[in-house]
């Protein structure tokens, strides 16, 4: 019986409470809490993370295409809620009492194939091409055909020529709105269909609904996971080890934070 969802019938109406940076401070802290708790899961599920941006870079690198290793590396990140499902479990399972089994966490997570949560992978997928696309038409744009063929010689040229700075400061605005959009999307609706039994477009209109209401704690949230998930990335994705766990379990904190249930 523990291994069982709890509170898998119908939500009958949602309510978005107020968050303020006290409320962000405390999801962080309780966050960090379940990763001290339970670190084996938190590592095995930051290593899928980790490992699985590491071998997209190598690939690209393989098959020489370096320009697009840096939109990838800056867009990855975005599917990062997605990868925290495992997380929020643990942390869903220990906040109800239940015993945080290897087993009882991945069969939930295997189990979301058959339900709505499944639906946002799609979305999250969606945005992730849409941002892809649109660094291919800014570099068709801003580059047209000096595409270099290495890293490096990428590197060089959009940071020291007026074309390639130019396509860097409108990538990171476009980067910027994109990132946003999915993580006004994501932030309370993965999380909400894990732990209810919504339709994904509900759940979709409480995580932006969460945001607007609550833009100045929501906003900061989301500018703290995503500078953390970035930084992590340096050093050859190996510090999402570390830096994904925290953030998923604190994800969920928040989301138990924002939204009551009536």
């Known amino acids: 019986m523990e291994d069982q969802l709890a509170g898998t019938a119908a939500v009958p109406r949602l309510h978005i409470n107020p968050l303020t940076l006290a409320d962000i401070r405390a ?40 320009w697009m290793i840096i939109p990838v590396a800056i867009g990855f990140p975005l599917i990062g809620p997605f990868v925290a499902v495992g997380l929020y479990e643990i942390s869903r399972r220990h906040g109800a009492g239940l015993t945080v089994t290897w ?35 800014l570099l068709a744009l801003f580059l047209g055909f000096k595409i270099p063929a290495s890293l490096a010689a990428f590197a060089t ?25 999915l993580f006004s999307l994501t932030v309370i609706a993965i999380p909400l269909l894990l732990d209810h039994d919504l339709d994904f477009i509900t759940a979709m209109i409480t995580s932006v609904r969460t945001v607007t209401e609550n833009p100045r704690a929501m906003l900061s949230f ?5 500078a953390a998930a970035i930084l992590s990335m340096i050093p ?17 904190h928040l989301y138990k934070r924002a939204i009551s249930v009536k």
């Open 27 to 66: 999801a962080l802290v309780e966050g960090w809490r379940d990763f001290m708790r339970f670190p084996l899961f938190g590592l095995f599920f930051g290593g899928i993370y980790a490992i699985g941006g590491l071998f997209i870079v190598v690939t690209l690198a393989v098959y020489h295409l370096p």
């Open 222 to 226: 989301g500018f703290i996971v995503a």
């Open 236 to 252: 050859a994705f190996l510090g999402l080890f570390f830096v994904l766990p925290p953030l998923g379990h604190a994800t969920w």
């Open 157 to 181: 040229v959009v940071t020291t020529t007026p074309e390639g700075m130019l396509f860097l400061a409108v990538g990171t605005v476009v980067g910027a709105v994109v990132a946003t959009l």
């Open 103 to 137: 087993r009882g966490v991945l069969a939930e997570v295997f189990r979301q194939r058959e339900r709505q949560l499944s639906w946002m992978a799609f979305v999250v997928l969606f945005v992730f091409w849409i941002w892809i696309y649109q660094v291919r038409l």
